[in-house]
């Protein structure tokens, strides 16, 4: 697993962090690079502030195989995140060609100058447009950043477009089981088979049903079998607790 490729998520928007708007990109990305198995390592949200952007953008770049930029490529005097990644790698921005003609088809020969905007890119040999067959306004890879649009539709269609170039590792499972027990009645026992199943990732998370304490436990791996014997030592836990175990069907 060590040599799985990583990665980090920079969800940039004001709208974000004020709560007007609800991220769901980053589930989105998060399960489909875990079924690539590509660990994502890191999530950020960062607002519209060009230097923290920049700064997100390096360190993280440096970090983790692959950053995945979402929000702010949009046509309005806000949308500062070309400028940002341009800055970040020490570029100039300029209107790609081939981004000017697909606006101008998709906008039937009179894409207006905020909407030309949706055409800048850094400047480089090895800035590679990524297709948006929603509204033809493209992201781009730069280095190992890819830059999405925020709208879930169209950043969905962009990692599709991108999907087959990223280099994948093992798949990461998981599972779950559910029961009417309390995650501090278990503790104990779960550090004890979090101990012998070091391959697995073992989360706790309590939730209520019906007014009533419940916890799911979730286990992670790229061993499904592993996954299957874990859970099933919890499940038994949570029986002499006097709870009834709801298994998942797993991924």
Known sequence: MEDAPTACVLVIGDEILSGRTQD??????????????????EARVIPDVPNVIVDAVNTCRALYTYVFTTGGIGPTHDDITTECIARAFGRKVFRHPDAVARL????????NEARL?????PEGP????????????????????????????????MFEAIAPQLK?????????????VGEGDLAAELTEIQSRYTNVSI?????????RPWTSIVARSTDKDAIAKALLE??????????????????
């Open 24 to 41: 769901t990109n980053l589930k989105y990305l998060g399960e489909n690079l875990a079924m690539m198995g590509i660990r994502l390592k």
């Open 104 to 111: 101008t088809t998709y906008y039937e020969g009179h894409p």
């Open 117 to 121: 905007k949706m055409a800048e890119v």
């Open 126 to 157: 090895d800035v590679e447009l990524i297709n948006n067959r929603i509204t033809a306004a493209p992201g781009y890879r730069i280095g190992n950043v890819f830059v999405l649009a925020g709208v879930p539709s169209i950043a969905r269609a």
């Open 168 to 180: 994948k590792g093992a798949p990461v499972h998981s599972n779950h089981v559910d029961s009417s």
């Open 203 to 211: 989360g706790s998370y309590p939730f209520l049903r019906d007014g």
């Open 234 to 251: 919890v499940a038994e836990v949570m029986l002499t607790k006097g709870g009834m175990p709801e298994m998942g069907k797993g991924r």
